[in-house]
């Protein structure tokens, strides 16, 4: 079958044959303010954006991250979280996604409850069991000791991140690496999260998910993790020359503070590229799974790749007018890697 990851750029000259990219759909949901949309900013701008405002349909943003010698780029699909804003949206949403990352935000439970009817959308339309997928709970900037009982409990996101076959992240979309790397000093909230994260790697190593195929090993593997390291610390070049990007999480060589954006692309979004990578590149094939889940029993067969997706136009049996069609995706370019 021919590789969905798709030549971003069409045209003929040498130069432009020199910079096509592959493009790796990275699909972000969960409900309306969890900070879908400051996430990708963060990961694409390098900043916390100074103005949001609710999503309406989809935004792109991209990412070039190099894998292997190769530039692939991320297309990170912001979708809205407002049911009205989504409505017709939703099948081109799910349609050859390489990765899912649901957000929820951790100060607001509401959010992580929610997640089960983001679950069902994936599995009513027909998300195969194969798509890497990763809960990432956002604005940890929030997090308040004193008000434990109004947030989301660490442990309980990462059982349910388990029992979904999930990788699992705290971030912030807010916080520069620069004042996470001040509060691993002064307070030791870092390296709690980051003890988290290793625990979840430990975890992973002593008593596998039985997920399927091999891409959970790239997830949950302290060594596969550090193998994605330079990869993951590729993607966090600095953007900008004011956000210092240069620590890793994972037990990667470099310490670890940015939580911010390392375990968002770091963790999430490089580990679920390199397998989508392999995937297309074909060292690992795509397959089902050997051992399907109760619930992947109700889902159709894995897609993995048809076609590459840059831009969604509603079906055209679908005669509802809103939201427009998306037939130029606005797309913020990444700053140069
Ligand atoms: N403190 C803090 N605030 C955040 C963070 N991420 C997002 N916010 C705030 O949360 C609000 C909602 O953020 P958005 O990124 O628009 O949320 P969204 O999930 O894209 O929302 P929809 O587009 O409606 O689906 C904004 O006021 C952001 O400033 C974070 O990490 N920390």
């Known amino acids: 079958m021919e590789s969905s990851l798709e030549f971003s750029s069409s045209l003929g000259s040498v130069s432009s044959l020199l910079s096509r990219h592959r493009t790796f759909k990275v699909l972000m949901i969960g409900d309306s303010g969890v900070g879908k949309t400051c996430l990708t900013h963060r990961l694409c701008a390098g900043e916390f954006p100074s103005r949001v405002e609710a999503t309406i349909g989809v935004d792109f943003r991209e990412r070039t991250v190099e894998i292997d010698g190769e530039n692939i780029k991320l297309q990170l699909w912001d979708t809205a979280g407002q049911e009205r804003f989504r409505k017709s949206m939703v099948p081109h949403y799910y349609r050859n996604v390489h990765a899912v990352l649901f957000i929820y935000d951790v100060t607001c439970p509401a959010t992580f409850t929610g ?7 994936c599995r009513q339309n027909s998300l195969g069991q194969d798509i890497p997928r990763f809960l990432v709970g956002n604005k940890s900037d929030l997090r308040d000791p004193s008000r434990a009982d109004l947030q989301v409990n660490q442990q309980m996101a990462m059982s349910f991140a388990k029992s979904h076959r999930m990788g699992f992240f705290e971030t912030s979309a807010k916080m520069s690496p620069k004042k996470l790397s001040k509060m691993s000093q002064q307070e030791g909230e870092a390296p709690f999260q980051r003890d988290l994260v290793e625990d979840i790697a430990n975890c992973a190593e002593n008593s596998p998910i039985s997920c399927s195929r091999s891409y959970p090993r790239i ?25 210092p990007v240069r620590h890793m999480a994972f037990g990667i060589p470099g310490g670890s503070t940015n939580l911010a954006l390392v375990v968002l692309c770091g963790g999430g979004l490089t580990a679920a590229a390199v397998y989508a990578y392999r995937a297309v590149s074909g060292e ?12 992947a029993a109700l ?34 370019k990444a700053i140069g890697m």
Request: a negative charge.
């Open 219 to 243: 997830m949950f593997c302290r060594r596969a993790l550090q193998r994605v390291g330079p990869l993951a610390r590729c993607a966090l070049q600095p953007t900008t020359t004011t956000i």
């Open 284 to 295: 690992e094939s795509p397959a089902k799974a050997p051992e399907a889940a109760p619930e």
């Open 115 to 121: 997640l089960s009817s983001w679950i069902e959308e």
């Open 299 to 332: 889902v159709a067969e894995p897609a993995p790749v048809v076609e590459a997706v840059p831009e969604p136009a509603p079906a055209a049996a679908e005669p509802e007018p809103t939201p427009e069609p998306v037939a130029e995706p606005k797309v913020e």
